[in-house]
């Protein structure tokens, strides 16, 4: 699972499945995961400190595929 783009309020997530020995990509995925509050049901922003951990992954993912 890897986090691909983040939104005001949602993050967008790759999924890949291999299959070993050979690590062939077997199939992958999409989703977007929006973050609510779970009384109202309605979509609130991302929480500062997800949104910095998420940021750096999206980031150093962003860096190790120029190379």
Do not use: H
């Amino acid at each position: 699972v890897q986090a691909v783009r983040i939104g005001k309020s949602s993050v967008d997530l790759q999924v890949r499945g291999y299959v070993m020995p050979d690590a062939r990509l077997c199939w992958e995925g999409c989703f977007t995961s929006i973050f609510s509050n779970a009384d109202t049901m309605k979509s609130i922003p991302v929480p500062e400190d997800y949104r910095l951990a998420i940021e750096r992954d999206i980031a150093l993912v962003e860096a190790t595929n120029l190379g």
